[in-house]
């Protein structure tokens, strides 16, 4: 790990770039949001009070209320883990399964990579959300049904990037004087391949959590994932449409902000950390 | 040409294999339908009639022969909700839904192209469009709805909040918003490839001896730099109409219009599963469709594809 950051970050960082810096601190601070957010929340996430409902920003409530009289600072607060939490694991899981789909199509070449290309391009041609919907349906709504979807999904936009440094690694000398001295193939692939791949990966995998984190809201905002009354961005969307008809708009401008500033913290981050190398 | 038997045949197979995943995966999903028909008191016997009726006992690969032999012949199943035949449903919101797409599609296609193109061409312009572009994919449909309500629909009342509307116009005109929201996502991708086509195609040699050699700009990038950036371009911008078919899905369910994404997602909740398997088969049939003819037209341009197989 410390190994691949200091491959990563020297690269783009000696290209003298702004961008990397400004989208790395603020994806920092959001992550770091996401973890210590729910013990900063100066009142309960779900606590109601009727009596202050739908208040705009002011010095009780600094972000306003819902219509439930719920504090929304809180709430943004509370659900930052779990917006957070869904599209990590959906990362996670399509890194994990994208690799080594990738590493075992480019170990063995020939039909089996033909194979595996063929596969690939099926599953770039479904439509995330609709396997994420069905996936709702078939295991009931939640958070485990759009996060095993999506991860799915992901999965060949993963092994499609890490497939292309690990054919040109395999055929590298070292790889056939590993082979050579009997180091087996799951050995030279675990402890050789997957430290040359690690760099493309993580930059892959920085800029699918922004794509992912969106789509994992959408579940939520449609009703099929993360179930209110629980806290989180994509369900405060769906809350805070409601409310945009009596004028309140506070609930949904600040979970739509939170959602966009994410997303593009880590998108920039993610094109950065890959620049030069595509 | 074996190109493209060879990718019509390859969409033919992944319609059906999806149609197996889904039928497969649908009817291992919870929810009773014969509780759903005959109500929480009906006696054993009438349950095992309509079990045996709805072919519940059947073997999956049995039941998935039916449905698709029925579904051939324009027999959808019933909707359990509803009360009607699924076919009956689909209708008159796929004629919504394909509004939508069609007005979506052309925001993307001429604002994305157009913001590609200046942000390609002029050099001072870059920073700005790539802000634009960097900024439009990030901006989720649900949010852009959100906003778009809050204020086109609420605060300035150009628009209405809600619902598809009746009538050409008038359904034209509820669906302005919807489309704007479903169109940055995907126009901001169009404009981002757009962008790099054009840029790429601006730098190559033979531009450079054209301006030495005194021909108008505006001449250069009409006759040369589109034409050959037109491609890339051209298969973005498809890939971006499939998408936004699936897009509905949020959409739709935002402004509550009713179409066929808002109705799958109201099927998932209330577990009628006879409409989900219809619509979702039906916007992987119109994705693979697109897909696959972008593979075809492609070949069909671009000599160099077609000499590579």
Redesign the interface.
């Known amino acids: 790990m410390a190994l691949a950051w200091s491959r990563v970050v020297p690269r783009a960082a000696g290209a003298g770039s702004p961008l990397l810096l400004v989208s790395g601190a603020a994806a920092g601070l959001l992550t770091l949001l996401a973890v210590v957010g729910p013990w900063l929340t100066p009142y309960e996430a779900d606590a109601t009070d009727v009596l202050a409902a739908s208040q705009g920003p002011g010095a009780q409530h600094w972000l306003g209320t819902d219509s439930l009289g719920r504090d929304i600072l809180s709430r943004a607060l509370a659900g930052a883990r779990l917006s957070f939490a869904g599209p990590a694991l959906v990362v996670l899981i399509s890194a994990v399964l994208g690799t080594a789909l990738a590493l075992f199509s480019a170990w063995h070449g020939g039909w089996v990579d033909r194979a595996c290309n063929r596969l690939l391009n099926v599953m770039f041609a479904v439509p995330g959300i609709l396997v994420a919907v069905l996936s709702s349906a078939v295991f009931g709504a939640g958070f485990w049904a759009p996060v095993l979807a999506l991860g799915l999904v992901y999965a060949p936009y993963m092994a499609r990037v890490v497939r292309s440094v690990a054919v040109r690694e395999r055929h590298r000398g070292y790889v056939e004087s590993l082979q050579l001295a009997g180091m087996s193939p799951l050995r030279i692939g675990l402890r050789h391949l997957l430290p040359n791949v690690f760099p493309i990966l993580l930059a892959q995998a920085t800029y699918g959590f922004g794509t992912a984190l969106a789509d994992f809201a959408a579940v939520s905002f449609l009703g099929l994932g993360i179930q209110p009354p629980e806290a989180e961005w994509g369900v405060m969307v769906a809350e805070g449409r409601s409310e945009l008809l009596d004028g309140a708009v506070q609930q949904s401008l600040v979970a739509g902000t939170l959602i966009v500033v994410t997303v593009v913290a880590f998108n920039v981050l993610g094109a950065q950390l890959a620049g030069g190398r595509r | 040409m074996r190109r493209t038997i060879g990718a019509v045949s390859?969409a033919l197979a992944?319609i059906v294999?999806?149609s197996f995943v889904?039928y497969a995966?649908?009817s291992?999903?919870?929810g009773d339908p014969v509780a759903r028909i005959l109500g929480p008191r009906a006696t054993d016997e009438a349950r095992a009639a309509v079990r045996a009726q709805l072919g519940l006992d059947d073997p999956l690969l049995e039941r998935y022969w039916h449905w698709l032999t029925a579904a051939l012949q324009g027999d959808l199943g019933r909707s359990l909700t509803y009360r009607q035949e699924v076919a009956g449903l689909l209708g008159p919101r796929l004629e919504t839904t394909l509004m939508l797409v069609a007005m979506a599609a052309s925001l993307v296609l001429v604002v994305g192209v157009a913001v590609g193109v200046a942000g390609g061409v002029a050099r001072r312009g870059r920073p700005v469009v790539a802000g634009l572009v960097?900024?439009g994919?990030?901006?989720?449909?649900?949010?852009a709805?959100?906003?778009l309500?809050?204020v086109f629909a609420?605060?300035l009342g150009w628009f209405p909040?809600y619902g598809a509307g009746d009538g050409f116009w008038d359904k034209m005109w509820h669906l302005t918003l919807p489309a704007v929201a479903l169109s940055i996502g995907y126009g901001a991708y169009v404009a981002q490839l757009t962008s790099a086509a054009v840029e790429e195609e601006s730098g190559k040699e033979y531009v450079e001896t054209s301006r030495g050699r005194g021909i108008p700009a505006g001449i250069i990038v009409r006759r040369h730099v589109l034409r050959n950036a037109a491609l890339p371009v051209l298969t973005a911008s498809g890939l971006a109409v499939a998408?936004l078919?699936?897009?509905t899905?949020?959409v739709e369910?935002?402004f509550g219009v009713d179409g066929i994404g808002a109705l799958?997602?109201q099927s998932?909740?209330s577990?009628d599963?006879d409409v989900?398997t219809a619509v979702?088969l039906l916007?992987?049939i119109v994705?693979?469709v697109m897909?696959t003819m972008i593979d075809v037209v492609q070949v069909a341009l671009d000599p160099r594809e077609r000499a590579g197989t």
């Open positions: 390859g992944t294999a999806a889904i995966g649908l291992v999903a919870p960097a900024l994919v990030a901006v989720p449909s649900f949010v709805a959100n906003l309500i809050g609420v605060q909040t998408g078919v699936s897009g899905l949020i369910q935002a799958l997602v998932v909740s577990k599963y989900v979702s916007i992987v994705f693979v897909t």
